[in-house]
């Protein structure tokens, strides 16, 4: 079983999307990898951040010297410097975002563990046909059914999957991450899974 933390490992003291909570889920033995959200500033340059907005500040119209000086976002950039061999998990928040700029992004950062992905479909597409040095999927396609998903991984929600439904996707080299409230050890139904998690979870 492989745990993947949500918006990093955090802790009372460490913050989700940080860089804090970033090394943490590194340096951690029992966590694979971490997952991370991604926005656009108006300068096109990549900030980590959950929410559209920050303390009121709509992230997509503010620079990124800004949101460094107030509110100290990371930028993709300085996540993806990270020493590690773990999974790299990035979710594209935004639907337009500046594609060259993400793969020359990627292409720098290359021999590192990244995937992307991100509930809009046309983005990854998009992605896929530019080639993007990373693994792409896809979060809840199309309620999971799809049977011509071609992408690298996909992302379901725990109680949505089924053993069949998982063994479908892995039997044609597709990676399948769950994800959900997941904090307690008996929501990890599957011995094999890899899961998205908030904490390491309890009686693990």
């Given at each position: 079983?492989k745990l993947i933390a949500h918006r990093g490992l955090r802790t009372e003291k460490?913050?989700?999307?940080?860089?804090?909570?970033?090394?943490?889920?590194?340096?951690?033995?029992?966590?694979?990898?971490?997952?991370?959200?991604?926005?656009?500033?108006?300068?096109?340059?990549?900030?980590?951040?959950?929410?559209?907005?920050?303390?009121?500040?709509?992230?997509?119209?503010?620079?990124?010297?800004?949101?460094?000086?107030?509110?100290?976002?990371?930028?993709?950039?300085?996540?993806?410097?990270?020493?590690?061999?773990?999974?790299?998990?990035?979710?594209?928040?935004?639907?337009?975002?500046?594609?060259?700029?993400?793969?020359?992004?990627?292409?720098?950062?290359?021999?590192?563990?990244?995937?992307?992905?991100?509930?809009?479909?046309?983005?990854?597409?998009?992605?896929?046909?530019?080639?993007?040095?990373?693994?792409?999927?896809?979060?809840?396609?199309?309620?999971?059914?799809?049977?011509?998903?071609?992408?690298?991984?996909?992302?379901?929600?725990?109680?949505?999957?089924?053993?069949?439904?998982?063994?479908?996707?892995?039997?044609?080299?597709?990676?399948?991450?769950?994800?959900?409230?997941?904090?307690?050890?008996?929501?990890?139904?599957?011995?094999?899974?890899?899961?998205?998690?908030?904490?390491?979870?309890?009686?693990?």
């Amino acid at each position: 079983m492989k745990l993947i933390a949500h918006r990093g490992l955090r802790t009372e003291k460490i913050k989700e999307n940080t860089m804090e909570a970033f090394q943490n889920a590194i340096n951690n033995k029992e966590i694979a990898g971490f997952e991370f959200d991604i926005r656009k500033t108006i300068d096109n340059t990549f900030v980590v951040n959950h929410n559209a907005l920050i303390k009121g500040d709509l992230i997509k119209w503010k620079s990124l010297r800004y949101l460094k000086c107030k509110h100290d976002l990371p930028t993709l950039d300085e996540v993806l410097n990270l020493e590690t061999e773990k999974i790299m998990l990035v979710e594209i928040k935004d639907i337009r975002i500046p594609y060259r700029k993400l793969i020359k992004l990627l292409r720098k950062h290359q021999d590192k563990n990244i995937y992307v992905m991100s509930f809009h479909n046309k983005v990854i597409e998009k992605l896929k046909k530019r080639n993007a040095p990373a693994k792409l999927g896809i979060l809840n396609y199309v309620l999971n059914s799809e049977a011509d998903y071609n992408l690298d991984f996909i992302c379901l929600l725990n109680n949505l999957a089924t053993p069949h439904l998982i063994e479908e996707y892995e039997k044609r080299g597709i990676e399948v991450f769950l994800y959900g409230i997941l904090n307690e050890e008996k929501d990890l139904f599957y011995e094999n899974g890899t899961y998205i998690v908030d904490h390491v979870p309890k009686n693990k």
